[in-house]
């Protein structure tokens, strides 16, 4: 089968060198005809093979990496990269239980995410290549796993970057609207069709079930961002009295309904926006033994840095004023743009600010279904600290 080729640039070989997945448009010397999404052949300047890549034309990133092996890549290719990934989650998967499948380039497709809910499998493509392997590879996904239905959830945003249409369709079975979770002592409702990503914040998995393990006692909880009450339900279980607060009204409105499933009385949820809220109690003098901050991507490009960085700090100098002495912090960023160095030092600054002597407990990630390749710093997002405070 005839693949078009391309040549990189001195430039873009050496970047390419460093192994990171992607090639930029400055980095192409030359490069045939292409379809957008076509898998094409990577040359050197001395027309050396380098790999297998997916196009993007309207992406500044022209070229992802698939493989540097010389092999032409064929159906069996994408079926056995799956199972790999697979096979990498037995540890973590459960049929009850819900796991990420697929991690995009950390698994080797670019633009592939799959996550599992207790039997269903809700996927996202976002690069044109991945989308021209849809069916095939919710096929894969089918003979592999057997779930009960599999939904396409390719509604995000982030797609319009590479001018794809958003849609929202069922691929096979019956599709619920929501689905029956199991986490550690947890049971949640997912929702499927409307819930964020694909449905819920999996990277937070392990952080919720560890943090609860060792926050337990704990007098007053203040949980910021609840969304559907990941990290209160958690919490809850240990018996702290705990305040969900969250800006989305169907979100609080499904964390009660968790709550209840529970048998969880000590969870008030409510709705308000989360700086108003800090910056209220604060004011009013309230004070709480844990406070959870998990906020969304402030910095979703590299231009938004500055202002994501005045808003994490913001976040956190008024959560540690609002800390009893010997409270916990526990404080995230699922920004890739803010590195976890600039994310330690915003901290130490908002402690500094808040006059809290403030120390160190933990460093936190995603959880390990959503794998770290060390050459694409971008698969390590989520970043996160336990902060203990004490007055000045």
């Known amino acids: 089968m005839f693949h078009p080729k391309a040549f990189l640039t001195p430039k873009g070989e050496k970047w390419f060198n460093t192994a990171h997945p992607w090639i930029f448009r400055d980095d192409i010397a030359s490069m045939d005809e292409v379809e957008n999404g076509q898998l094409v052949a990577l040359y050197n300047r001395q027309a050396v093979f380098l790999g297998w890549a997916f196009y993007s034309r309207h992406s500044r990133i022209t070229f992802r ?76 996904f089918q ?87 990941g990290f209160s339900l958690h919490l809850a279980a240990g018996g702290q009295e705990v305040l969900a607060v969250d800006d989305s009204a169907s979100a609080l ?38 406070i959870v901050l998990d906020p969304p991507p402030f910095a979703k490009k590299k231009s938004a840095v500055p202002g994501a960085l005045r808003g994490y700090l913001e976040l956190n100098r008024r959560a540690l004023k609002c800390l009893n002495p010997g409270g916990i912090l526990s404080t995230y960023s699922c920004s890739y743009h803010i590195s976890e160095s600039l994310f330690l030092e915003l901290i130490f600054q908002a402690a500094a600010k808040s006059r809290r002597r403030a120390y160190l407990l933990q460093k936190r990630m995603q959880a390990p279904d959503h794998p770290v390749l060390l050459n694409f710093p971008e698969s390590l997002y989520l970043k996160g600290v336990d902060i203990r405070v004490e007055q000045e």
């Open 65 to 140: 990496l698939v493989s540097s092996s010389p092999h032409p890549i064929s159906a069996g290719y994408w079926r056995d990269t799956l199972q790999k990934a697979f096979n990498s989650r037995k540890k973590v998967w459960a049929r009850e239980r819900a796991c990420r499948l697929f991690f995009s380039e950390a698994d080797g497709i670019p633009g592939l995410i799959a996550d599992w809910f207790a039997g269903h499998i809700v996927i996202q493509t976002f690069i044109p290549g991945t989308e021209k392997l849809l069916n095939q590879l919710g096929d894969f």
């Open 143 to 229: 003979n592999l796993l057997h779930p009960e239905s599999i939904l396409i959830r390719n509604d995000q945003e982030v797609r319009s970057l590479e001018q794809l249409p958003q849609e929202i369709r069922t691929f096979s079975g019956d599709v619920p609207e929501k689905a029956l979770v199991q986490e550690g002592p947890i049971r949640y409702w997912v929702d499927l069709l409307k819930g964020q990503k694909t449905g819920a914040y999996l990277d937070q998995q392990q952080n919720r079930i560890d943090l609860a393990s060792y926050e337990q006692g704990r007098g007053r909880v203040l949980d910021c961002f609840c969304f559907t009450g």
């Open 253 to 290: 409105e499904l964390g009660r309904k968790n709550a209840e499933l529970n048998g969880f009385s000590n969870i008030t949820f409510l709705k308000k926006n989360v700086f108003d809220f800090l910056k209220e109690i604060e004011e009013e003098g309230r004070h709480f033994d844990l």
